[in-house]
């Protein structure tokens, strides 16, 4: 079922059980030094009652060689960037460069503990300095904090400032202000983050050319409750938000402010600021546009940028320069509070800046123009064999629908698998929720052509398979090491941990002899 | 620019393709006005050579990264094996999205699977998720799950909980109409189950306590599950100090509803504090109450085992504003680290690493305690943190040891706490060597 097509890579599919199940009695995968200091009786210590009486049961006892290969037998099962084109929208899978990890690992900042002294840790603090003044102009909001730890905390921090903000401003009467406007083409965390902060939902309709619907955004803006709106731009059907000046006026009128969620934002950086177009407050994601690797679902750092005016909100300590030293300032009365113990994912801000030293102020703007000019390449590819719902020209992402192909009973899902037995990681699919059938793609500036045009020849393939063997389409992916899985019966029965399988004499006592 | 693979020529044939004619056009969609009409004034571009001399530089600014260290507080150096970062430096890891896509997806997946087992297996739980931010924020996601569950509104923490958890506590829960109360730590044990078992009420959704807590100290976690539970609210305990688990008496074998803690003891380096790993479980009753993500077994048509990610109806991507929590990336590679650390220490060495830590602070304890002028103000048993009150400031004694021994001795509890000048934080760990211990005890006195 694989013949005859052309395959960019292989799945490998060796089998690999569960650790536990691999575990042996008496297996040992560590050496300690001797302990060097006299031993007191454990029980002077800890009385016995605090001390646990399973002898951690069931924890692996393995050798070190068997570690190594279950893991690195694990690792054939995923795909990665390093392996290829990573298309997922909304995602930026860009290159996540080795050099970056080296920085990460340099002994004084990996061996630095976070609650050591100011003046001991000052190229640490210095690091998160630099970080801030770039991201401030990159962004053009002068006010930033580093310390949450992912895009959904960076919009948490963002809307808890705007909160705080209209708090101070309007006293009691910010209470008639819990109104969040939020576009029907967001991210799921948007609501979600929104609702963290106290804060009721308005959806704003998308027009038929995708974009924010003005007329709908007034109305609900004519009712004296809003305190905000999160946009994302461009938004998650890769485009951009022409009418935002307006749309931050509309708002700005009503006596709210813009949250920009900037998942987005590696179609902007160097080319255009948020804090140009009106917008008070935003979160980057550094696992995004900045390149910190995406480590199959974290660790992210989410950066909070925001107006002057909303400076004095940010989460403290505030990191600033004063005297030539860099230090922390917790004195800020009017600040939300500290949003995570320490500093936030410090090892993702050297790799960030890192990034950004490494581009320079020129290769940042060059790598926003290829990864808008990847995403036209694919848009211009393969509007002949799939329905492109949205005329404008896409920014860094484009999504295709499966209008045409679902006649023949072929749905996203389906292409998204078969597009695996191609070699490929499918794109993001069924988001954004309001494109029946969507299938977002994102190639971001670490794709040559060559590779483009397979994917787009590989897309074009599965549209004529579509057409002429559905079945083919259907059943995929044909080659990786499992099929596709029920998810369903998971859900119902959910088995989330492994448990020791209970031995039939144990299971039975009446069979006890 | 080096990591981006098409040539400016082919860039140019590429517009050409489109039907463009200067990469300013790929802009169109953005007003005139709006788009940057200067070079962004950020540093130039650094080559290799001068970017790792920049970091190195910087680095080595870094005094404390290179002294002897007795810091702790919620963040601790134990031994990492070298193979922990051999294996998260696999691209197949480090360069993988989220597991959305479970057929090439499979290696990240049963990791996750086997991290929630490891993180069962320690707490004494019945479930647990793939991760969270660290254990501050996991800390306030249970503080929020509480009142999901009992429907209560009131919390009740110890004030011997991390204050930097307590602060990150405040800050989630600040619009959530929790009322948020502390329960005081006795001054002459450090402990505040007593006072913890007191305040519970049928008001009362959950009490927090920390064990070993800020202090070090080992709370009685069974008689305050006893007290919780007959108040019908939950049990939270939080845990910074996670090799506390090889020894200790699991959190779940004493009767507690969510545990969460800081998953750092396991193969994750200090790097000045993240990323590290939020661990959180729970009972089987709450599993559609728990925030972040969950990995489940699965079968394909074959009936070839797999895994996937499941109760995703909890979640944000679904469930919009109704979800349990915001959380979307969370901390894959460092839940990995941990999952390449619990194993490759496995039972025996999860045992010997603590009892070595414990081990070592009741030598250092001891020894300190036996110094003029230095005493140890509570009386409860510790694991491997124990506060000392010394004969002077400690923000000044500490910088003295800092600057003329090489010794980080500790951490000032003025810094949290301002009625206690002359108290600091020792932390020692099976990292710590004789030598390390008896030159800092030498150090203390020769003050």
């Known amino acids: 079922m694989t013949s005859g097509i052309t395959k960019v890579t292989t799945h490998i599919s060796p089998n690999e059980q569960l650790i536990f199940e691999r575990s042996q009695a008496g297996r040992i995968g560590y050496r300690l030094p001797a302990l060097d200091v006299e031993e007191s009786a454990v029980d002077d210590l800890i009385p016995q009652q605090f001390r646990r009486d399973d002898d951690l049961e069931g924890m692996p006892e393995v050798s070190e060689v068997d570690v190594v290969r279950h893991f690195i037998r694990m690792s054939t099962w995923n795909y990665s960037i390093d392996l290829g084109m990573y298309p997922l929208g909304s995602c930026t899978m860009k290159y996540n460069s080795r050099l970056n990890e080296h920085v990460a690992r340099i002994a004084g900042f990996a061996n630095l503990h976070p609650l050591a002294a ?25 006010g930033i904090s580093l310390q949450p730890a992912a895009g959904a905390h960076g919009e948490m921090t963002g809307i808890m400032i705007i909160r705080a903000f209209l708090d101070a401003r309007h006293g009691a009467a910010a209470a008639g202000r819990r109104t969040m406007l939020i576009p029907d083409s967001a991210h799921g965390t948007n609501p979600a983050s929104a609702h963290l902060s106290g804060f009721s939902v308005k ?69 255009a600021r948020p804090g140009d177009m009106g917008v008070d407050v935003i979160h980057l994601n550094l696992h995004k546009t900045f390149s910190t690797p995406h480590g199959g679902g974290g660790p992210g750092c989410g950066p909070c940028c925001c107006t002057k005016e909303l400076e004095p909100f940010l989460p403290v300590p505030r990191i600033v320069k004063a005297d030539g030293a860099f230090r922390l300032d917790h004195d800020q009365p009017k600040s939300i509070g500290r949003v995570k113990a320490f500093f936030g994912n410090y090892g993702m801000m050297l790799r960030a800046l890192a990034y950004t030293l490494t581009h320079g102020f020129d290769g940042l703007r060059e790598a926003t123009e290829a990864a808008v000019l990847n995403s036209r390449y694919i848009a211009e590819g393969l509007t002949s064999d799939y329905d492109k719902p949205f005329n404008s020209p896409p920014m860094h992402e484009v999504v295709f629908t499966d209008k045409r192909q679902s006649r023949k009973g072929v749905h996203t899902l389906d292409i998204a698998k078969r597009l695996i037995d191609y070699g490929f990681h499918p794109m993001t699919i069924y988001f954004p929720l309001i494109v029946q059938g969507a299938m977002l793609i994102e190639p971001t500036e670490s794709v040559g052509r060559q590779e483009l045009d397979q994917f787009i020849a590989a897309m ?52 006890v002899s | 620019m080096r990591y981006i693979p098409n040539s400016p020529e082919e860039r140019v044939e590429m517009l050409e393709a489109i039907g463009l004619t200067s990469a300013e056009q790929l802009f169109d969609s953005i007003p005139e006005a709006l788009r940057l009409q ?50 998260i430096s696999r691209s197949e890891f480090f360069t993988a999205y989220t597991p959305y896509q479970p057929e090439i997806s499979q290696g990240t997946l049963q990791v996750i699977f086997e991290f929630q087992t490891l993180v069962c297996q320690l707490t004494g739980m019945d479930l647990a998720n793939a991760s969270m931010y660290d254990g501050s924020t996991a800390l306030a996601e249970a503080v929020l799950m509480a009142e999901r569950v009992t429907r209560r509104s009131k919390v009740i923490s110890s004030a011997a ?55 070090g100290c080992v709370e009685d976690l069974s008689a305050l599950a006893d007290a919780a539970h007959a108040k019908g609210a939950l049990l939270v305990v939080a845990i910074t100090e996670a090799m506390s688990l090889g020894l200790l008496k699991s959190p ?47 079968y394909d048509k074959k009936g070839r085992r797999g895994f996937v990610l499941t109760l995703a109806t909890r979640e944000q991507h679904i469930r919009r504003e109704k979800a349990t929590s915001n959380i979307c990336t969370n901390e894959g ?65 500490l910088s003295r040891l800092a600057k003329d021994n090489a010794i980080e001795a500790g951490i000032a509890l003025s810094r949290f706490m301002p009625d206690r000048d002359n108290d ?24």
């Not at chain 1, 603090?125 to 630099?130: D, G, M, R, T």
């Not at chain 1, 402010?257 to 179609?267: E, I, K, R, S, T």
């Not at chain 2, 005081?184 to 009420?201: I, N, P, R, S, Y």
């Not at chain 2, 003891?265 to 728990?290: E, N, W």
């Open chain 1, 118 to 142: 100011e003046e001991d840790s000052q190229g640490a603090l210095q690091v998160i300095y630099e970080l801030q003044e770039c991201l401030a102009e990159i962004t053009g909001l002068p």
């Open chain 1, 203 to 271: 959806t704003i309709r998308s027009t038929a050319e995708g974009l924010t619907d003005l007329d709908h955004l007034r109305e609900l803006c004519a009712h004296g409750d809003v305190a905000g709106l999160m946009l994302t731009n461009p938004n998650t059907l890769g485009l951009f938000e022409r009418n935002i000046k307006q749309i931050c006026d509309i708002v700005h009128e009503a006596g709210g402010l813009v949250y920009m969620d900037g998942a987005n934002m590696n179609a902007l950086v160097g080319v």
């Open chain 1, 460 to 511: 074009r393939s599965i549209a004529r398979e579509a057409l002429e063997d559905p079945e083919l389409v259907l059943g995929a992916p044909h080659d990786t090491r499992i099929g596709r899985l029920d998810e369903a019966a998971a859900a119902r029965k959910p088995v989330l941990r492994w448990k020791p399988q209970v031995a039939e004499a144990e299971a039975t006592p009446a069979s």
């Open chain 2, 38 to 87: 200067r070079p962004l004034e950020t540093p130039a571009a650094l080559s290799e050579i001068e970017l790792l001399d920049k970091f190195e530089r910087l680095g080595q600014q870094n005094a404390a990264a290179r002294r002897a260290s007795f810091l702790g507080a919620g963040a601790y150096s134990h031994y990492i094996p070298t193979i922990v970062d051999h294996i």
């Open chain 2, 161 to 215: 909980v991390h204050p930097q958890y307590l602060e990150v506590v405040k800050t989630y829960v600040q619009h959530a109409g929790i009322d948020l109360e502390l329960a005081d730590f006795d001054q002459k044990t450090g402990l505040a189950g007593a006072a913890l078992a007191e305040a519970v009420d049928d008001q009362t959704a959950a009490i927090v306590v920390q064990s070993p807590n800020f202090f």
């Open chain 2, 252 to 298: 779940g074998a004493c009767g507690a509803d969510i545990v969460v803690a800081e998953g750092q003891s396991f193969g994750v380096p200090l790097s000045f504090g993240g990323p590290y790993v939020g661990l959180f479980a729970t009972r089987d009753k709450y599993a559609r109450q728990i925030p972040g993500r969950l990995v489940g077994e699965a």
């Open chain 2, 333 to 397: 590679l460092i839940a990995l680290a941990a999952t390449v650390y619990l194993e490759t220490m496995g039972r025996r060495g999860i045992q010997e690493a603590a009892h070595q830590c414990l081990q070592k602070a009741a030598y250092a304890a001891r020894r300190i305690a036996k110094l003029d002028g230095f005493s140890l103000p509570f009386a409860a048993p510790y694991f491997n943190e124990f506060v000392v009150r010394g004969p002077l400031n400690s923000v000044e004694l």
């Open chain 2, 424 to 447: 600091f934080l020792v932390c020692v760990t099976e990292t710590n060597t004789r030598e390390q211990i008896d030159a800092l005890v030498s150090a203390l006195s020769e003050l």
